[in-house]
């Protein structure tokens, strides 16, 4: 029997759990809003969730499904209506043909990795990402047993991943896969068609499995996205919601499957989310209705971009990787710290801005940079210029 004195030994915890990083960008937010609570004044520039709320046609469409009363499960992959819009929105937007039953409805993108990535990898398989990059796939693959291989970025080929890139990795040790993101996170850069096309068929040739993800599809200032399907259609598109339609706590999202990869999804979303929530399906399917109200706030991205792009440079921060699209600006620090994790939290306590360290999306060189997401609209950003111009003098 245990007492006070010789209390029960608790068993260890698993050590995926101790492998897998912070999210750190969701640190910050959750230090910048305990800042809020005690009555401080923070620019909020660490996460990328648009100001603006979802479409009123989305809303409208929640509220007359809750009105109706019996909010239940839906089919695992999605309410039908849901996946034939998607379906279209691929003819319409990309001239790329994709049956509705090759898209899968998710719980936001983050469940659409996870059931991608089960699917596809065993553990101990190699899968290509970039750095920097979105950290939520390092923490992911990890958390699955699946080894990450980073692939740094680089200034000469425009920071984004590259055939020869993929072809250097891949002889160091066999890849499964390949992770690819255009506009990507946590710069906004793009990669373009001849580019894309370039990493398909060299992902092709060795027998690896392509995933593109295409959260901010949408959110572009000089030339469209292009969609890999284009130019592979065996590649698993991931796709979300959350960015250009405004909808991030709505946690609905997409995958465009390989017809092989659908009924193996299917059976792991049926016992890891049963499905996405009824209501968030319902209202993503009316904001592909609300084009215009969309574009008027990336209207305002884009003004907030200009801004940031001319300002900053200013201030001393002069590399900066294409802005192409997405609402993030992630610019090299070097001449001010060595540390952006450091830098990250002095910003935040002494000038009051939340602003994401390098080190989230690149743990080896992420030390001399800072990523600033603009979602939140022009005059708050304006006044995060203002308050980073003081805190650098």
């Known amino acids: 029997m245990s007492d006070e004195t010789n209390p029960p030994r608790l068993p260890a915890l698993a050590a995926r759990a101790e492998r897998v990083a912070p999210f750190l960008a969701m640190d910050v937010l959750a230090r910048a809003a305990a800042r809020e609570r005690e009555g401080a004044s923070v620019v909020r520039m660490e996460v990328g969730q648009p100001s603006a709320p979802a479409p009123r046609a989305a809303r409208e469409a929640a509220k007359a499904a809750l009105e109706e009363g019996r909010i239940g499960y839906t ?19 990309y001239a790329v043909a994709v049956p509705p039953e090759r898209i899968a409805v998710t719980t936001g993108s983050s469940a659409g990795f996870v059931l991608a990535f089960l699917a596809m990898f065993e553990a101990g398989a190699r899968v290509a990402i970039t750095a920097p990059g979105y950290p939520a796939y390092r923490n992911i693959l990890e958390a699955l047993d699946i080894a990450p291989v980073s692939i740094p970025l680089e200034k000469a080929t425009g920071y984004v991943m590259t055939r020869a890139a993929i072809e250097r990795a891949h002889a160091q040790g066999a890849l499964s896969g390949v992770l690819a993101m255009s506009p990507a996170n946590p710069s906004g850069t793009m990669m373009s068609g001849p580019v894309l096309e370039e990493v398909a068929q060299a992902c ?19 030339a469209p996205a292009q969609t890999a399907l284009a130019y592979d259609p065996d590649a698993i598109v991931v796709n979300s ?19 092989r990869l659908v009924r193996p999804v299917e059976r792991l979303a049926q016992s890891l989310f049963i499905s996405a929530p009824y209501l968030s399906q319902i209202a993503a399917l009316a904001a592909f209705d609300a084009v215009e109200e969309l574009e008027a706030v990336k209207a305002g991205y884009a003004r907030t971009r200009a801004m940031l792009l001319e300002e900053l440079p200013r201030l001393g921060l002069r590399e900066i990787h294409p802005a192409d699209g997405a609402f993030y600006v992630y610019a090299d620090i070097g001449r001010f710290t060595n540390s952006s994790l450091d830098f990250s939290r002095r910003l935040l ?23 600033l997401s603009f979602a939140g609209g022009f005059d708050q950003c304006r006044e995060g210029v203002r308050r980073l111009a003081g805190f650098l003098r």
């Open 241 to 259: 919601f959350s960015k250009y339609y405004c909808m991030t706590g709505w946690r609905v999202g997409w995958l465009v499957l390989p017809e």
């Open 75 to 93: 089919e695992a992959l999605g309410i039908a209506p849901l996946r034939e819009r998607i379906a279209r929105h691929y003819r319409e937007t």
């Open 349 to 371: 306590d002494e000038a009051g801005v939340a602003a994401t360290p390098g080190v989230d999306f690149d743990p080896n060189e992420g030390s001399h940079w800072l990523r």
């Open 204 to 222: 092709r040739a060795r027998g690896l499995w392509l995933i593109s993800d295409e959260i901010y599809h949408g959110l572009t200032y000089e």
